[in-house]
């Protein structure tokens, strides 16, 4: 049997949780025996290549890109986790839902206390750029979400004993020290 | 004579005094019912509905129904349990609660059932209202975030004339609690660390004390709400 394929992403996110995949520490050789890795910041493949077994998505939707990258990980994969409290509930960033967006640009580019060089007042508006969303939103009210990994970030065990029993089948435990949302 | 009646807690025998509370009889008893607006030494009101228990399949709070001789209640059972959980859950949804940024976290007692509950996810959207922040006082800051409108800030933080610093304000959904503007300029130190502690959230944050506790030290790091009443 080939082995089960694994991609992850980061959408409004700041690594963190990719971080601690990372600090599963020697567990990630134990992971790379288990698990293939496709379109994934830990390989640095861009696009999906085959079907993928188990999508890991860290961070919630602020932008037109997010919902994007989400979508299609909807498509691509046939398990959605979501990992951490940006793709829970739209964690830090989403402390903007609730101001208005020209007010957020106005204070990142134009009106706030480090805003030095920007003399002529430009608010980015580039074609390339991805559209900003009224608000973040959490992963689920955009696509369906199979599983939620709540913390900030996830605790590593949280995340491996999460992983081995979707692979293994077993049940999840979940003891008191790894569910925290902090 | 003594006023000691008998009483079932989910098939468990146990003995307390005639009225006491059912939440309170319970602890004397080794058995922990989780308890929000309710807190030692007030007088309840039952509004948090987390405490819910049932007797004679009749869904009633513990904190407010003093228990009876020969009552069988219910509390520890899988529906009941369910219930307090999605009461969680809406509280979690109905106001912004960033646990990583807070400075309650940890010591937070709507994030410790979160936590005892399981909670991975609120089954409800969330509502992102739009709340203010009142940091006029030299002492503390009232953020209505996290507020859950439990009262026992107003109920227990009072000034040497017994006036309560805190109080309603607005009805219905434009409840919420404010601090006194005057009176929380002349709030003493000693008011400050009750008012922080009283809060089960991180709706009254004292300041210049943010995070002064490392993670793992704080007070549901290890151990589970309620795990030091429950036998």
Not at chain 1, 121 to 133: F, G, Q, R, V
Request: with cysteine; glycine share 8%; hydrophobic share 40%.
């Amino acid at each position: 049997m080939s082995k089960p394929v694994i991609a992850t992403t980061s959408l409004a996110g700041c690594f963190g949780c990719h971080m601690s995949i990372l600090d599963i520490d020697e567990r990630i050789l134990q992971l790379i025996e288990l698990v293939e890795f496709n379109k994934s910041p830990i390989d640095d493949i861009k696009t999906f290549t085959k079907p993928v077994d188990i999508g890991i998505i860290e961070g919630g939707c602020c932008n037109s890109e997010n919902v994007e990258v989400l979508r299609s990980f909807r498509k691509n994969c046939k398990i959605l986790i979501s990992l951490g409290e940006c793709a829970i509930m739209g964690g830090l960033p989403a402390l903007r839902n609730g101001i208005p967006i020209e007010e957020c640009l106005h204070e990142a580019y134009i009106g706030g206390p480090t805003v030095q060089l920007n003399k002529d007042h430009i608010l980015p508006n580039d074609d390339e750029l991805p559209m900003l969303l009224d608000r973040v939103y959490p992963c689920h009210e955009i696509v369906k979400i199979d599983y939620f990994l709540p913390g900030c970030a996830p605790r590593a065990d949280l995340i491996w004993d999460a992983l081995v029993a979707l692979i293994t089948g077993d049940p999840l435990k979940l003891p008191y020290e790894v569910v925290k949302f902090d | 004579m003594s006023n000691l009646i008998k009483f079932k807690i989910d098939s468990k025998e146990c003995m307390a005094e005639k009225g006491t509370f059912i939440v309170d009889a319970a602890r004397e008893n080794g058995i922990y019912i989780p308890t929000l607006c309710n807190m030692p030494g007030v007088k309840p009101k039952g509004s948090c509905r987390i405490c819910t228990v049932r007797i004679n399949g009749r869904l009633m709070t513990s904190c407010t129904t003093p228990v009876a001789d020969g009552m069988e209640i219910e509390s520890n059972v899988a529906d009941l349990q369910n219930l307090r959980k999605s009461i969680v859950e809406l509280m979690f949804v109905s106001g912004n609660h960033f646990c990583p940024s807070c400075e309650k976290s940890g010591n937070c007692e709507l994030q410790a059932l979160g936590y005892l509950y399981q909670m991975l996810v609120p089954r409800f959207p969330y509502d992102f209202p739009i709340r203010k922040i009142d940091a006029t006082s030299p002492k503390i800051i009232k953020d209505q975030n996290r507020c859950i409108q439990c009262k026992r800030c107003i109920k227990t933080i009072k000034d040497e004339q017994g006036r309560s610093l805190f109080a309603f304000r607005n009805r219905g959904h434009r409840l919420e609690v404010v601090l006194d503007q005057e009176l929380g300029h002349l709030m003493t130190e000693e008011l400050a660390d009750l008012a922080m502690k009283n809060c089960p959230v991180g709706s009254i944050i004292k300041k210049e004390i943010g995070f002064n506790t490392a993670i793992g030290n704080r007070k549901f790091d290890h151990h589970a709400i309620g795990s030091e009443i429950t036998l």
